[in-house]
């Protein structure tokens, strides 16, 4: 099966917003200039007008496995990678150096992009961009283990995207785990260098940012994909896409169920009992 477009989309420029600017969120929002061009060249109108939201601050662990030095501790992060952008390339993209909380407005948006790393973060986002008030096309979820993730390119169920079959499932909606924030580890950031890179593979990030990016290049520049996001693994250098699929999407998300209601219940947490 195949999706086609938001119209609309190809028509005006589009509003962009990412969501996070850690492991992922830095490196999706580096290749975003490297879209914003390919899509200008290929006769888009307007490309793409991008704002970058966290109100996170550098952390020398943070210059360990993420785009920033030491002379950049205690800056915004997303104020420092904005700001590099701008200089860099001529454009006039926003950085805001807040959290998303449930007042954000997420609404005004086209296209929202999730970079977060808690459950109870997916959450309060995907409450953000659904209801009936609400105008965003699409919502684009990263989230990655030590050496895998997953990203999915979904339609929020909203005033602009109606309930139907084919309606591009959000992350939220194939896995109802990554939006139980009671499932969300309670031990806390890394707080060394060795300790931040025993806990994740390098390049993990890097890898699901492009093949993110490369989705949404297929879409903009034939404007229609036959897949809406993958599973990725370092580990074993494998991608395995999730297609266009209304049967599997229910097998996802009956599985998805089941595992929110195991972590549930009082067995898989005895010493809460």
């Given at each position: 099966?195949?999706?086609?477009?938001?119209p609309?989309?190809?028509?005006?420029?589009?509003?962009?917003?990412?969501i996070?600017?850690?492991?992922?969120?830095s490196?999706?929002?580096?290749?975003?200039?490297?879209?914003?061009?390919a899509?200008?060249?290929?006769?888009?109108?307007g490309g793409?007008?991008?704002?970058?939201?966290?109100?996170?601050?550098?952390?020398?662990?943070?210059?360990?496995?993420?785009?920033?030095s030491?002379?950049?501790?205690?800056?915004?992060?997303?104020?420092?990678?904005?700001?590099?952008?701008?200089?860099?390339?001529g454009?006039?993209?926003r950085?805001?150096?807040?959290?998303?909380?449930p007042?954000t407005?997420?609404?005004?948006?086209?296209?929202?992009?999730?970079?977060?790393?808690?459950?109870?973060?997916?959450?309060?986002?995907?409450?953000?961009?659904?209801?009936?008030?609400?105008?965003?096309?699409?919502?684009?979820?990263?989230?990655?283990?030590?050496?895998?993730?997953?990203?999915?390119l979904?339609?929020?169920?909203?005033?602009?995207?109606?309930?139907?079959?084919?309606?591009?499932?959000?992350?939220?909606?194939?896995?109802?785990?990554?939006?139980?924030?009671?499932?969300?580890?309670?031990?806390?950031?890394?707080c060394?260098?060795?300790?931040?890179?025993?806990?994740?593979?390098?390049?993990?990030?890097?890898?699901?940012?492009?093949?993110?990016?490369?989705?949404?290049a297929?879409?903009?520049?034939?404007?229609?994909?036959?897949?809406h996001?993958?599973f990725?693994?370092?580990?074993?250098?494998r991608?395995?896409?999730?297609?266009?699929?209304?049967a599997?999407?229910?097998?996802?998300?009956?599985?998805?169920?089941?595992?929110?209601?195991?972590?549930?219940?009082?067995?898989?947490?005895?010493?809460?009992?």
């Amino acid at each position: 099966m195949l999706h086609r477009i938001h119209p609309n989309l190809l028509q005006r420029t589009v509003k962009v917003l990412v969501i996070g600017c850690g492991g992922n969120g830095s490196a999706f929002i580096g290749g975003l200039p490297y879209l914003h061009q390919a899509v200008l060249v290929a006769g888009h109108p307007g490309g793409l007008d991008v704002t970058l939201i966290d109100g996170d601050v550098i952390s020398p662990t943070n210059c360990v496995r993420q785009p920033f030095s030491r002379a950049e501790i205690g800056l915004h992060k997303a104020v420092v990678m904005i700001s590099r952008i701008n200089l860099f390339w001529g454009f006039t993209w926003r950085a805001v150096p807040e959290y998303v909380t449930p007042k954000t407005d997420l609404g005004r948006f086209d296209i929202v992009v999730g970079c977060v790393d808690t459950r109870a973060a997916r959450r309060t986002i995907q409450e953000g961009i659904s209801g009936r008030r609400n105008g965003v096309a699409y919502h684009l979820d990263l989230g990655n283990s030590a050496d895998s993730g997953q990203f999915v390119l979904g339609e929020p169920w909203n005033y602009r995207n109606r309930q139907a079959t084919n309606r591009l499932r959000t992350a939220g909606e194939l896995f109802p785990e990554l939006l139980e924030a009671t499932l969300d580890a309670n031990d806390g950031p890394s707080c060394s260098a060795l300790e931040a890179i025993e806990r994740q593979e390098p390049y993990v990030n890097a890898v699901l940012a492009q093949h993110s990016l490369a989705l949404l290049a297929r879409l903009f520049r034939y404007g229609q994909i036959e897949h809406h996001g993958a599973f990725v693994s370092v580990a074993q250098s494998r991608v395995q896409p999730i297609p266009i699929d209304p049967a599997l999407w229910k097998r996802m998300r009956r599985r998805g169920r089941a595992f929110t209601e195991a972590s549930r219940s009082p067995e898989a947490h005895p010493e809460a009992a």
